[in-house]
């Protein structure tokens, strides 16, 4: 991966799409907000309505500014017209070390307590996550972006020491609010269906550096109101209909043992939609099977040996269960 190394600071090129968010915040809905220390903080969602647009470039700030995200009316999956579209030419730099919402962020105790995963290039720059053992990803910056998946604003002593653990100055320091019950946050939740594939490629082994190229779909759910049943439809556009492709280097017999694993119906959890499960869980996470956590349908192409392996399929009936859709 020593690719990495000839691209541009992700946090300094990201600076510049924060910067048009602020720029163009009225007409997408957003609220930005000066905070006494200085940091820079839009609320996507909250105390205002957001919207598609704002989340599609959202999630091309988690990504770093190393992906592009679609919002597309074609039937990639029959019968549901807005579709989410994701490509990266860098998949592991902008999905593992940018997208995935590793750093979990905290403050405070008891039902005041304040709990958000944070998401983005400034990932890179406090590097909390033993994931980046495995990633030959560094980045040097004055500035630094997250994206936090809340409802609520976080206290200004964590936003000090956010900016402290990227290195950065507080007013050098940009935090994206993207409640999941959000249009904004229903959007970048599911433009993560091609990171999700990545993650879980990385958890069976495969070789991350043979990884060149990935696109991937899900179809946009319905927001609502209701947090479990909204976290429950994201998860479920990408576990019931998302569908990717990736293009690796290596041996057919990885390549093709990577296409087998990867869906989420291998998983012993897959059968029905992801609330009802995490109710049955008691809403702990840790007894859910973190494998099942992947796109539905997956195509592998190998570039060495010019052959392609796919394995599972899209299930129109949880997807309907889940999106609250008659027939």
């Not at 510049?16 to 609220?31: C, G, I, K, P, W």
């Not at 220390?37 to 996507?44: P, T």
């Not at 320091?173 to 599911?190: C, D, E, K």
């Not at 998860?235 to 990885?254: E, K, R, Y």
Request: aromatic residues 6%; hydrophobic residues 40%.
């Amino acid at each position: 991966m020593t690719q990495h190394s000839k691209i541009p600071s992700l946090n300094r090129s990201t600076r510049t799409l924060v910067d048009s968010l602020v720029q163009n915040s009225a007409s997408l809905r957003l609220r930005p907000e000066r905070l006494d220390n200085g940091v820079m903080m839009i609320d996507a969602g909250i105390d205002c309505l957001g919207g598609l647009e704002a989340g599609r470039r959202i999630a091309e700030i988690c990504m770093g500014g190393q992906g592009h995200v679609a919002l597309q009316s074609t039937a990639a999956v029959p019968g549901w017209s807005a579709n989410i579209a994701v490509h990266s030419n860098q998949p592991v730099l902008a999905c593992l070390g940018s997208q995935y919402a590793g750093w979990s962020l905290s403050h405070g105790k008891g039902e005041s307590a304040f709990h958000a995963l944070g998401s983005g290039p400034g990932r890179i720059l406090a590097r909390k996550e033993k994931l980046y053992e495995h990633l030959e990803i560094d980045d040097i910056a004055d500035c630094a972006t997250l994206v936090l998946e809340v409802d609520q604003r976080p206290p200004i002593e964590l936003t000090n020491r956010i900016a402290s653990e990227c290195g950065v100055q507080p007013e050098q320091l940009s935090l994206i609010l993207t409640p999941t019950r959000s249009l904004a946050g229903t959007t970048q939740i599911v433009a993560r269906v091609l990171e999700v594939a990545l993650h879980k490629a990385h958890e069976l082994g495969f070789e991350l550096s043979h990884i060149v190229d990935g696109v991937a779909t899900a179809p946009l759910p319905p927001p609502t109101p209701d947090f479990l049943q909204a976290m429950g439809r994201t998860n479920d556009a990408i576990l019931f209909a998302g569908q990717i492709h990736l293009f690796v280097t290596g041996m057919d017999s990885a390549t093709e043992a990577l296409s087998g694993a990867l869906p989420s119906s291998t998983s012993g959890d897959y059968g029905q939609p992801f609330a009802d499960m995490f109710k049955a869980c008691g809403y702990d996470f840790f007894k859910i099977d973190p494998l099942l956590f992947s796109p539905a349908r997956v195509t592998v192409s190998n570039l060495e040996s010019g052959n392609s392996f796919s394995h599972g399929f899209i299930d129109h009936e949880l997807l309907r269960t889940s999106f609250g859709v008659s027939k």
